[in-house]
T-cell receptor
Framework: RKEVEQDPGPFNVPEGATVAFNCTYS??????FFWYRQDCRKEPKLLMS???SGNEDGRFTAQLNRASQYISLLIRDSKLSDSATYLC????????????FGQGTELSVKP | DGGITQSPKYLFRKEGQNVTLSCEQN?????MYWYRQDPGQGLRLIYY???????QKGDIAEGYSVSREKKESFPLTVTSAQKNPTAFYLC?????????FGPGTRLTVL
């Protein structure tokens, strides 16, 4: 079983749709969580950290459920520019801990 | 501009050759990392370094070597012992919780 698992996608949605990505992690010692965005043939870029209380950044909302070891990312009013691969990431330990990446979920937003 | 640079962007290598990928950062970050990414897969950790003159193996270190003689630099050598080196190589650095990535080097073995 992979340490971080995501829906592989691809998700094909129309502009303006709401889309949700799910992610599960297997290591209960994981302490920090992140969503990264990766455009085709580019490097991953941090989209947002995920906090226990849930957090929102504009159209993006991240949720964490430690009991279920589950992370989610919700994108509202999706734009064409949201098309990318979204990577779920877990870190074990404190700042020296390794990042474990999911395989990514591809999103394609169509006009 | 502060950031992480990787060179070259594209690299072609013949089988049996060693190649070195460059990674430089001017963010004053202590920790640096090397990952490889294969199509449709997540990033896998090759080596990481928390401090100058010290580094640790990641999950897939076989066939790779690194050095960390300066805080700013963390070069990766892909040796001929790496059986399947064609991949996208990403360097990252971090100071606290978050890792930031360089633009990557796409290595192709001919």
């Amino acid at each position: 079983r992979k340490e971080v698992e995501q829906d592989p996608g691809p998700f094909n949605v129309p502009e303006g749709a709401t889309v949700a990505f799910n992610c599960t992690y297997s290591n209960s010692a994981s302490q920090s969580f992140f969503w990264y965005r990766q455009d085709c043939r580019k490097e991953p870029k941090l989209l947002m950290s995920v906090y226990s209380s849930g957090n929102e950044d504009g159209r993006f909302t991240a949720q964490l459920n430690r009991a279920s070891q589950y992370i989610s990312l919700l994108i509202r009013d999706s734009k064409l520019s949201d098309s990318a691969t979204y990577l779920c990431v877990a870190r074990t330990g404190n700042q020296g801990g390794k990042l474990i990446f999911g395989q990514g979920t591809e999103l394609s937003v169509k006009p | 501009d502060g950031g992480i640079t990787q060179s070259p962007k594209y690299l072609f290598r013949k089988e049996g050759q060693n190649v070195t990928l460059s990674c430089e950062q001017n963010l004053n970050h202590d920790a640096m990392y090397w990952y490889r990414q294969d199509p449709g897969q997540g990033l896998r950790l090759i080596y990481y370094s928390q401090i100058v003159n010290d580094f640790q193996k990641g999950d897939i270190a076989e066939g790779y070597s690194v050095s960390r003689e300066k805080k700013e630099s963390f070069p990766l050598t892909v040796t001929s012992a790496q059986k399947n080196p064609t991949a996208f190589y990403l360097c990252a650095s971090s100071k606290e919780r978050t890792q930031y990535f360089g633009p990557g080097t796409r290595l192709t073995v001919l």
